[in-house]
């Protein structure tokens, strides 16, 4: 790689963040709008996202939900039905006020998530046991009036899929819950690479109008976490505010049951904070909208291009494959395609020709591998899985050296004071505790994992009796 187009890229260990965006411009994922907070996903960083949102899309249908669509404005009155949903988000909602130049009788809310009009729908739809479960989804757009932005982790407009669902019964709502949650955990690990802490929020980081949620949370490579997708459980309190009811199977009228549960674009910089390198991008092959690139060699020499398209052919069926053909030099095609993370390089030219050949070069781990003409289909689905599998190998080692344990509050911000990371900690269950952690270290619970270790009896922070191992971290 040239020094010059090394210097397109800050270092990661220098300046992270500028790291970040560096990488998100340079190959070519966004680029900013004139509305403060707002990103233009490019075609290349959209292609990523079909990706995900297909094969999310089929898990969700697999497991019995529907696509719907909800408007895009909620009226004030509706919005205030459920008291502690509009307070968790009245700092960040958008408001219309005026209809070209006519001020609205009542202001319209930008959704910031659409539990509210779900609601007010299955109020209309749902009236006997018969009609339960229901099990929609919907893909759709967001607005959330973020203070401090950043590309893909948090923006004022992002795209997600919500899901929304209603039940008989208390039970059925919580095994919906923690199944969708499988679903994300699922697509984390086997499509991204990216390796998950499965559990369930604090009181006070749930969602607002939840009765509890449950998360996945993963670490990035500079050592803070990310929320990757959460579940909610929200029991019967939307169904009393909006009046959702039902007579069931002995003819009584009963509340339903509620879960919302959503996945978002920031995973798309999840992927590129846990993968990324001081080249750029480096893409797991299963979501990687071009899996291998043909960098035709001396493709000034009789015959060179045409083999080059002959290999893209025989392989189009089999992988996503694109091929170079431009005038530009092997040297800046090898750069350009490292940055944007392509995942398997194929070299070939004339003397590969010669020795019926070609050169493989993985962009993980930048190994070169000669494989013969004839070999080149099962060598590449073997090398693509490889690739895979060893990019999550990785993510799993980096976040089990980048966890502690921390038995005290003095050695828990002794250990971040040293590097960001992973801590796990006893609690007592107390919000103070919570709160003071906060205050003195900065990390923020991420979550009770489902999977507990029983480190201590004592809280790392009052040393009062212990009820959960949780994990902490400074968070994005």
């Given at each position: 790689?040239?020094?010059?187009?090394?210097?397109?890229?800050?270092?990661?260990?220098?300046?992270?963040a500028?790291?970040?965006t560096?990488?998100?411009?340079?190959?070519?994922?966004?680029?900013?709008?004139?509305?403060?907070?707002?990103?233009?996903?490019?075609?290349?960083?959209?292609?990523?996202w079909?990706?995900i949102?297909?094969?999310?899309?089929?898990?969700i249908?697999?497991t019995?939900?529907?696509?719907?669509?909800?408007?895009?404005?909620?009226?004030?009155?509706?919005l205030?039905?459920?008291?502690?949903?509009?307070?968790?988000?009245?700092p960040?909602?958008?408001?219309?006020t005026?209809?070209g130049?006519?001020?609205?009788?009542?202001?319209?809310?930008?959704?910031?998530?659409?539990e509210?009009?779900?609601?007010?729908?299955?109020?209309?739809?749902?009236?006997?046991?018969?009609?339960?479960p229901?099990?929609y989804n919907q893909?759709?757009?967001?607005?959330?009036?973020?203070?401090?932005?950043?590309?893909?982790?948090?923006?004022l407009e992002?795209l997600?899929?919500?899901?929304?669902?209603?039940?008989?019964?208390?039970?059925?709502?919580?095994?919906?819950?923690?199944?969708?949650?499988?679903?994300?955990?699922?697509?984390?690990?086997?499509?991204?690479a990216?390796?998950?802490?499965?559990?369930?929020?604090?009181?006070?980081?749930k969602?607002?109008?939840?009765?509890?949620?449950?998360?996945?949370?993963?670490?990035?490579h500079?050592?803070?976490?990310?929320?990757?997708?959460?579940?909610?459980?929200l029991?019967?309190?939307?169904?009393?505010?909006?009046?959702?009811?039902?007579l069931?199977r002995?003819?009584?009228?009963?509340?339903?049951?509620?879960?919302?549960?959503?996945?978002?674009t920031?995973i798309?910089?999840?992927?590129?904070m846990?993968?990324?390198?001081?080249?750029?991008?480096?893409?797991?092959?299963?979501?990687?909208?071009t899996?291998?690139?043909?960098?035709?060699?001396a493709?000034?020499?009789?015959?060179?291009?045409?083999h080059?398209?002959?290999i893209?052919?025989?392989?189009?069926?089999?992988?996503?494959?694109?091929?170079?053909?431009s005038?530009?030099?092997?040297?800046?095609?090898?750069?350009e395609?490292?940055?944007?993370?392509?995942?398997?390089?194929?070299e070939?030219?004339?003397?590969?020709?010669e020795?019926e050949?070609?050169?493989?070069?993985?962009?993980?781990?930048g190994?070169k591998?000669?494989?013969?003409?004839?070999?080149?289909?099962?060598?590449?689905?073997?090398?693509?899985?490889?690739i895979?599998n060893?990019?999550?190998?990785?993510a799993a080692?980096?976040?089990?050296?980048?966890?502690?344990i921390?038995s005290?509050l003095?050695?828990?911000?002794?250990?971040?004071?040293?590097?960001?990371?992973?801590?796990?900690?006893?609690?007592?269950?107390?919000?103070?505790?919570?709160?003071?952690?906060?205050?003195e270290?900065?990390?923020?619970?991420?979550?009770?994992?489902?999977?507990?270790?029983?480190?201590s009896?004592?809280?790392?922070?009052?040393?009062?009796?212990?009820?959960?191992?949780?994990?902490?971290?400074k968070a994005?």
């Amino acid at each position: 790689m040239s020094k010059n187009f090394v210097e397109k890229i800050t270092n990661m260990e220098v300046d992270f963040a500028q790291w970040y965006t560096d990488v998100v411009t340079k190959a070519k994922l966004v680029d900013y709008s004139s509305v403060r907070g707002s990103m233009v996903i490019r075609p290349y960083g959209y292609s990523i996202w079909e990706n995900i949102k297909d094969q999310l899309d089929k898990k969700i249908k697999e497991t019995g939900h529907e696509n719907v669509y909800m408007p895009l404005l909620i009226p004030e009155s509706l919005l205030q039905k459920e008291k502690d949903h509009i307070e968790g988000f009245a700092p960040e909602v958008a408001w219309v006020t005026h209809g070209g130049e006519e001020e609205l009788q009542e202001r319209l809310c930008i959704r910031p998530t659409s539990e509210v009009l779900f609601a007010e729908h299955y109020k209309n739809i749902i009236h006997s046991y018969r009609d339960l479960p229901k099990l929609y989804n919907q893909w759709a757009n967001v607005v959330r009036w973020e203070k401090t932005t950043r590309p893909f982790l948090r923006t004022l407009e992002f795209l997600w899929q919500e899901g929304h669902t209603c039940h008989e019964t208390e039970e059925e709502a919580i095994n919906e819950t923690k199944k969708m949650l499988g679903v994300y955990s699922t697509l984390c690990e086997e499509l991204l690479a990216i390796p998950v802490i499965k559990g369930k929020k604090t009181n006070k980081e749930k969602f607002a109008g939840a009765k509890f949620t449950y998360t996945v949370e993963s670490l990035m490579h500079d050592g803070k976490a990310l929320q990757a997708a959460t579940s909610h459980f929200l029991g019967d309190g939307f169904a009393k505010s909006f009046g959702i009811s039902f007579l069931d199977r002995d003819g009584k009228l009963q509340n339903v049951q509620q879960t919302s549960w959503g996945f978002t674009t920031r995973i798309i910089g999840a992927m590129i904070m846990v993968h990324g390198d001081n080249r750029g991008l480096v893409l797991p092959p299963k979501v990687a909208p071009t899996q291998v690139m043909i960098v035709p060699i001396a493709q000034h020499k009789e015959g060179v291009i045409d083999h080059a398209y002959s290999i893209k052919e025989k392989l189009s069926d089999m992988v996503r494959i694109d091929i170079d053909a431009s005038e530009k030099q092997p040297g800046w095609k090898f750069n350009e395609y490292e940055m944007q993370g392509i995942p398997l390089r194929l070299e070939v030219g004339p003397r590969d020709i010669e020795k019926e050949q070609v050169v493989l070069v993985r962009r993980d781990s930048g190994e070169k591998i000669t494989v013969l003409i004839n070999e080149l289909e099962s060598k590449i689905q073997e090398i693509l899985s490889d690739i895979q599998n060893s990019m999550y190998a990785k993510a799993a080692k980096h976040l089990k050296s980048n966890t502690s344990i921390a038995s005290n509050l003095e050695e828990f911000k002794s250990i971040l004071h040293e590097e960001n990371r992973f801590i796990k900690a006893m609690w007592c269950g107390d919000v103070a505790c919570e709160d003071l952690i906060k205050e003195e270290s900065g990390a923020t619970s991420r979550c009770i994992p489902f999977q507990q270790d029983e480190l201590s009896d004592k809280c790392v922070c009052c040393n009062k009796e212990a009820k959960h191992m949780v994990y902490w971290a400074k968070a994005y």
